[in-house]
């Protein structure tokens, strides 16, 4: 773990702030006086924020949280998602209004769907999988590049009240397997290949592999992309083309209960195994609807949004899919890579479109800087007029360069800080009315009710500019709209994991460590459990470890996170070889150990450093000291290892390192 003294120590503040531009205030969505309609009386402010949304039965209670942690928000209301994000901007005369602006990876790749196209893409495929036996309830898997069928493919299920679990299109075979399996998919959605930098890779092979022996699955539906070949199981395997494009545009959208699921998500916890977090229809879409609107400001006749998330995230579901086309947005969706053909991509995409706003994760501004501001300069970016940043905390030298270089020194940021368990942004700044401190996600939002505290669970007091900052938990002290429902078929983990720590008080347990400053702002430092960042990307070191065990050759493993320039944290594993493996040379080992986490896991969890040692550093009770590791890693001074069965262990994990 890493304790709240290492997160002390780290961490200093700069204290210049930002105000908005009077014009940005003056124009502003959002202003101060929604802190104080939520602060009044934050139910009915919560009331009145779900009346963004169309309802076919109106809701009679708001919240009910009898069964807490189990909550139920919007009581007796019933609505259809996929109406509320796409029909009903038809209905009120849209329809040429254009939802999405495709860019595809290879240049001169794209597509353009207005809402009324969207509607029935979504209308056909709903009927489709209608024919596929498919009805609510049910969950299907989608595993699929940034094209716009996989929005249409999530918009399908929202509509019929079936559960979609979308697995990046990254994770390997392994990992889709296991996310099948756990929500006993019958169908999955996939393409036959992705582009990835220029080259058509398969996708679906991996498919085959994960649903090869599982019962649940019934179908798998492919969208053609890339033309590649692929292997065909006759009466399983269907062609999206001509599945759903034989379908009716013509689908009557019912209504469904607010509490009806509407996603899992699968992200890592503190054990190997991931959790599937259940969200629901009318709280998640409304927190959605609503932050949205007064985080990114969108003003639907003029925005050209862009998040550059992928919709295997929790931000692709919340600020591609749910959050813009609730609010009827029109928005840029890019399939590739931001280095595809070249560095010059996004702000080719930015330029083309004329971006206003766009969302992206610190590890990328930290890409862009190495990169050089030239490559920026290049381009006109005048048309931003507001930056987003999420996924970690962002550093102020990155947010002073991500304004400078996109923004002019001008635009306002939204550092948005919030998890996959949220649903929706938590804290962060309302761009017209909050004076920003870069690398601060500054206050809780209008509604959002957020504390550190200690380890008794007493509130911190706000640092002073100068001196030691307290760290302390960062806990969610009020339920809101767009809160996870539970995990996935685990209700017990679900009470361990978020609402154990702080039992008595009934709190929700972030896992993040935080601090105030001095304004009472809150600083987010990272994690406090066995969870890395890794560019964003929430890995446990027990998946790695358990992929790395997983090897024949491999006796013992202990994973940590350290510091690194782009990426946040990168992945340190520590791995103690079998003694027969010893022909092999540990060179030739490593490679293969990063071959397999790539394979187990995805490549984005390889380890950048892996570390052959006799020995690891454990306490009496056999418990792996990672702290110890994490200061090897980082090369610093060991902390306490008097708790340590053998201190002298280090000189040899030294030895190993170098
Ligand atoms: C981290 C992503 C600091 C945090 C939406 C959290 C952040 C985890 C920020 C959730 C931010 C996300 N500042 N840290 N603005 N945003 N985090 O579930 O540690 O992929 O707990 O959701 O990312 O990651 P997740």
């Not at 498919?134 to 699929?144: F, H, N, Q, S, T």
């Not at 509509?159 to 392994?174: E, P």
């Not at 229809?281 to 985080?295: I, K, R």
């Not at 381009?379 to 987003?388: A, E, I, M, Q, T």
């Amino acid at each position: 773990m890493t304790t709240l003294t290492d997160m002390t120590e780290a961490h200093t503040e700069v204290l210049t702030s930002y105000p908005p531009s009077a014009d940005f205030a003056a124009a502003a969505n959002a202003t101060a006086a929604l802190y104080d309609e939520a602060e009044a009386d934050r139910l009915a402010f919560w009331a009145e924020q779900a009346h963004r949304l169309s309802w076919d039965t109106p809701f009679t209670e708001v919240l009910d949280w009898s069964q807490a942690p189990f909550a139920k928000w919007f009581v007796g209301g019933k609505l259809n998602v996929a109406y509320n994000c796409v029909d009903r901007h038809v209905e009120a005369g849209n329809g040429d209004r254009v939802a999405i602006h495709w860019e595809g990876e290879p240049v001169g790749d794209s597509r353009v769907l207005t809402y009324a196209q969207l509607k029935d893409e979504v209308c056909k495929a709903a009927n489709a999988l209608t024919e596929l036996g498919l009805v609510a309830g049910d969950r299907v898997a989608i595993y699929m590049p940034m094209v716009p069928e996989a929005i249409v493919a999530m918009l399908a299920c929202a509509r019929l009240g079936v559960m979609h679990s979308v697995v990046f299109a990254g994770f390997s075979a392994t990992a889709l397997r296991a996310r099948i399996e756990d929500a006993e998919a019958k169908l999955v959605i996939t393409t036959d290949g992705q582009y990835r930098r220029g080259n058509a890779v398969s996708l679906k092979e991996a498919v085959d592999e994960a649903v090869k022996g599982q019962d649940c699955v019934q179908h798998v539906l492919v969208v053609r992309r890339t033309g590649i070949d692929v292997d065909w199981t006759d009466g399983r395997d269907l062609w999206w083309h001509e599945k759903v494009d034989a379908a009716s545009t013509e689908h009557t959208p019912e209504a469904f209960d607010a509490e009806q699921p509407l996603f899992l998500l699968y992200t890592s916890g503190t054990t190997g195994k991931p959790k599937g977090i259940i969200h629901t229809s009318g709280g998640y879409l409304t927190q959605a609807s609503y932050t949205h609107f007064n985080v990114f400001d969108i003003k639907t006749d003029t925005d050209i949004y862009w998040c550059t998330a992928d919709i295997g995230w929790v931000t692709g579901h919340t600020y591609i899919v749910y959050g813009p086309l609730s609010n009827g947005a029109t928005q840029v969706v890019y399939e590739g890579t931001p280095a595809s053909p070249d560095e010059h991509r996004h702000f080719q995409v930015i330029e083309k479109y004329g971006v206003t706003i766009y969302y992206t994760a610190p590890t990328l501004i930290r890409t862009f800087m190495k990169w050089g501001r030239e490559i920026a300069f290049a381009h006109d970016l005048s048309s931003l007029r507001l930056l987003g940043s999420v996924g970690e905390p962002i550093n102020p030298e990155a947010w002073r360069w991500y304004r400078l270089v996109f923004g002019a020194d001008a635009t306002p940021i939204v550092d948005t800080w919030w998890q996959t368990e949220t649903g929706a942004a938590m804290i962060s700044p309302l761009p017209g009315v909050t004076d920003c401190k870069p690398g601060s996600a500054m206050r809780p939002l209008p509604g959002i009710s957020a504390k550190i505290v200690d380890d008794d669970g007493n509130e911190l007091q706000p640092s002073s500019d100068h001196g030691e900052h307290l760290t302390g938990y960062l806990v969610l002290d009020k339920p809101w709209p767009s809160m996870l429902r539970g995990i996935w078929g685990d209700p017990e983990r679900f009470k361990e994991t978020y609402w154990a720590r702080f039992a008595e008080q009934g709190w929700y347990f972030a896992g993040d460590g935080a601090r105030y400053g001095s304004d009472g702002e809150v600083w987010v430092l990272g994690r406090i459990d066995d969870v890395m960042n890794i560019a964003g990307h929430r890995i446990s070191t027990a998946e790695v470890e358990s992929a790395l065990v997983g090897h024949a050759g491999v006796a013992e493993a202990a994973v940590v996170g350290a510091s690194d320039d782009t990426t946040g944290q990168a992945i340190c594993a520590f791995v103690i070889l079998k003694a027969h493996h010893a022909e092999m040379s540990n060179e030739q080992m490593v490679d293969e150990l990063r071959a397999e986490v790539a394979r187990e896991i995805s490549p984005i969890a390889k380890p950048r450093e892996i570390h052959v040692v006799p020995e690891l550093p454990k306490t009496r009770s056999g418990k792996i000291m990672r702290r110890l590791l994490r200061d090897v890693a980082e090369g610093r001074e060991l902390g306490d290892t008097s708790t340590l069965v053998d201190p002298t262990v280090f000189e040899a994990i030294r030895a190993g390192k170098s």
